[in-house]
Each structure stands twice: as C-alpha cells, then as structure tokens.
C-alpha cells in the first residue's frame, strides 16, 4: 500500500514476524513518531490509518443496534426507503417546505445513522457528547464563572519547530534570532501536523497543570472544561469554561455590587485578571476595551502562552448559556449542511439497491444501510492534520478535571422494573388489572386480607438533593 514508506516489504502491522504483538492503533503511534518523520510528512497515510481505525468502530456500533429490541420495528420501516422518498425531501429542502412529519422514515434513518457514528472516534456525532457533559458539569456546580479562548501561535514558537526536527538550541533561541522566515516555518507546520499537536496538547496541558488548576492565576478554581477546535488554516485552538470555587451565583453577584465594598473587591479582582478598563457605576460594572484590536488577556497567561487569547468574565446566566451554546455548537456542528447529509444518504442508499445483498433479513438489509449511508458522510467530512494526528497518538478533544460516567436510562428503567416484580410478591403487592378505559392499579392485602386499591400509577422521577456531596436521588411517586 505505501511502497515508498516500508521499501523493504516488512515493518507493517500485519508483520507476523514480530514476536510481541502490538496493538494497530499503538502501532501507529509508534510509526508517527518515527527518527526520520516520513510517515508524519507522507500526504495520505495518516488519514488512510485513520479511516482503518474508524471503520472498524462503524461495524460494530451498527451490529451492537442490530441487537436492540426496538431496532426490529425500525427495521421495517428503513427497509421499505425509497430512492424517491430522498428526492422527494431534497426537493422539499430547497423550496424550504421539509417538515419531518412528511415521511418520518427518513428521521428514523438518519438516528440510526447518527447512532453508528456517536461512538467512532472523531466523528462529529462523537463530539456531541461534549455538550451532554458541560451541561451535566452546569448541572453540578452551577454556571461556569469565566470564559478563555487559547490560540497557540505555532508558526511563531520554536516549540513545534524542536518537535518537527529542526536543529536548533532552545537556550539559545533568542541569540540566534529564531531560524527561519515566517514562510519557511508555516511550511515546516503545514507538512509535520503530529509535531503541531505535540506542541498544542503540550502547551495546553502545562498551562492547566501550573496556572488554573487548584490555585491558579484566575483565583481558585474547583472545575474547568475546555474543548479542541480546529481553524480554518488547521491549526488547534481551546475554548474553555472555567467554575470559580465560590457559591455565588450570577443573580447573587448582581445583588451583592450594589453593597460599596463588594463592588470594590470585585473590581480589584477583575482588575487582576484581566487587563482591560473598568468604569464604576452605583450598581452596574461595564467593561471597556482599550483598543479596538486588541482582546480581552490575562497578563500572566499572555506571557506564559505568547499568543493570541481572550478572557470574558460570566455576569448573567444569559451569558453563560450563550457561551455554552457558542464552544459546543461550534465543536459539534457538522461541515455538511443538511441538504449535503440527505444528498450523501441517497448515494447510499443508490449503492445497496444497486449492490448484490443475497441476504433477504430485513434488519441485516438495515443495518447495511445505515452503515453504508454512515461512510458515504463519513467520507465527506473535513478534519484537518493535526486534528487527525491528535487522534492517532491519544490526545484529548477536551481537557476538563471531572470524570463522567454514563447512565443509559432504558437500562436502569428495566432493571428497576425487574426490582419491583420482585419486591412486590415479598411484600404482598399484586398488579390488579383494572377496566379497559382505566390505568392499572396498586393492590395492596392489609392484615386483615382485605384489599386496599390505589388508583395512581407508579412512577419514578429524579430529584435533586440540596447536599452536593450526594448523589441526585431517585424517587418513586405512588
């Protein structure tokens, strides 16, 4: 496949005179890192490796919905899609009078699409997992207090220059007025991409570690969240939502800059961190910019970084969704527009009618689908190289110090379904059934055997407790 990167026919993962086994993906780590750079620097290889890690991922999240219970009634409903049922929606599309009710089969197509893809690395539906968690973070500890943009100004850093090869000496960088024309440079990052990811996930990390985490420069800081974004040139830059480790809420802080002495607390705070003007009113603080080019910085981090950054401090809740909105539809949107997904689900869907499927199981049909309509978008998609480099050597798509874990509802419904039909022949519980025009009903045998019916039907809600060292509580309601 790559004459010109293994010439000598061996070294490839597939090596079955290898004694110890590596997996493929840690294979390629090795291989991106390698003393002479020529897989980094090679123009297709690293997206060819990332297309064989991903569709691997695509077959089995679509044999793993296969196995769902409901995917047999979606099944059906897929299987009877039509080339024309696409045509008719795009038509529809571009006289901007789509509505989903029209043929509800194609959303269902389209969820089982966005299914496959949620959980392959890189994807975009991937990414949209990162909103779920800011807002379960936003759920946890409040509205986030502060809002950073880094940009790292690789073609400017001798940092990315040392990781692509070139030789120089880091003590005496400054001596030797820094090698290179700024030409020269942006091609040197332009043709290295897992170098230019090195150094962005290198600096980012050093920065979290030394200046916001714990007792950082922007005060004491109890969580923070920030997501990778590519330009449009490809270089990577971080949005981050950062949780100050106080209990005031923005409807508090309005409150409370109407006393003098917190007003002047305040301000002397927003005057360490962020070097901008600011005006004092009876009850309002309004900031204003000092140049009309020059953002809002953090003199400590602008020295540390030595790039382009922002700082917004978060007054109201508006703010806060707003920003909140802004990092994950920015990081989740996809480069495809709608009209673009249902045109590359019909191409798809031309392929399985046109192909030669022997199978006449209707949700072996389905699934072929779905998979098929996943890599025609999937191969649409744009990543760029060092987002595509960060991904094969294992750095992060969002940096945050909160740990996540997933609770699949449908599961924890069945199994406390499975609790109450036991509990309930324990403790003398029966469910009677009632008329047809009736819910079902509670009945309960008192001591006397007698049976005491209750009307209402059990449900179970959550509910969020006051002390946030617990757990949120899940409550039954009879």
Not at 3 to 28: A, I, M, W
Not at 29 to 55: C, G, K, P, T, W
Not at 125 to 142: C, D, N, P, V
């Amino acid at each position: 496949l790559f004459p010109t990167l293994f010439p000598y026919g061996v070294g490839g993962s597939e090596d079955t005179s290898r004694k110890t086994k590596v997996s493929f993906k840690k294979h390629v780590e090795y291989l991106l890192s390698y003393h002479d750079r020529r897989f980094e620097e090679h123009y297709s290889f690293m997206y060819a490796v990332f297309n064989m890690i991903q569709r691997p991922d695509a077959c089995q999240q679509a044999r793993l919905i296969v196995s769902r219970p409901y995917f047999k009634d979606y099944a059906s409903q897929i299987q009877s899609l039509t080339t024309k049922d696409l045509r008719v929606a795009l038509t529809s599309i571009v006289s901007k009078t789509y509505s989903s009710k029209a043929n509800p089969r194609l959303d269902i197509l389209l969820k089982q699409v966005k299914a496959v893809a949620g959980h392959v690395m890189g994807s975009d539906h991937s990414r949209a997992e990162l909103r779920i968690e800011i807002h379960s973070l936003i759920y946890k500890l409040g509205l986030p207090s502060i809002f950073i943009t880094i940009n790292p100004a690789d073609i400017h850093s001798p940092m990315p220059m040392y990781f692509a090869g070139v030789n120089m000496d880091i003590d005496e960088i400054l001596s030797n007025n820094f090698p290179l024309t700024v030409r020269k440079r942006a091609e040197l990052i332009a043709s290295h991409p897992a170098a230019t990811a090195k150094f962005f996930n290198h600096l980012i990390q050093t920065v979290i570690d030394t200046m916001i985490s714990g007792e950082g420069v922007l005060g004491s800081t109890k969580a923070y969240y920030g997501t990778v974004e590519s330009s449009g040139r490809g270089s990577l830059h971080l949005h981050m939502l950062i949780w100050l480790d106080h209990e005031y809420a923005p409807a508090d802080v309005k409150q409370m800059i109407k006393d003098k002495e917190f007003r002047k607390n305040l301000i002397e705070y927003l005057e360490d961190i962020n070097k901008e003007d600011l005006d004092q009113f009876q009850s309002v603080i309004e900031m204003r910019r000092n140049h009309p080019w020059i953002n809002n910085f953090n003199e400590w981090l602008t020295t540390a970084i030595r790039c382009n950054m922002d700082i917004k401090y978060i007054w109201s809740a508006s703010d806060a969704k707003a920003l909140v909105y802004y990092i994950t539809d920015y990081v989740t949107k996809s480069s495809l527009s709608f009209y673009d997904t249902y045109s590359l689900m019909l191409k798809g869907l031309e392929s399985i009618e046109n192909s030669d499927i022997r199978t006449t199981d209707v949700q072996e049909r389905s699934r072929r689908l779905a998979l098929r309509c996943y890599n025609t978008i999937a191969s649409q998609q744009e990543l760029s190289g060092p987002q595509a480099a960060s991904y094969l050597m294992g750095w992060p798509d969002h940096y945050t110090n909160e740990k996540f874990v997933k609770l699949f509802l449908i599961g924890i419904e069945c199994h406390l379904q499975l609790c109450l039909d036991e509990f309930k022949p324990k403790n003398n519980l029966q469910l009677a059934t009632t008329d047809i025009d009736e819910e079902p009903a509670i009945v309960e045998i008192d001591g006397a055997g007698n049976k005491v019916i209750e009307k209402e039907e059990e449900q179970f809600i959550l509910e969020r407790t006051n002390d946030k060292t617990k757990a949120p509580l899940i409550q039954r309601v009879t």
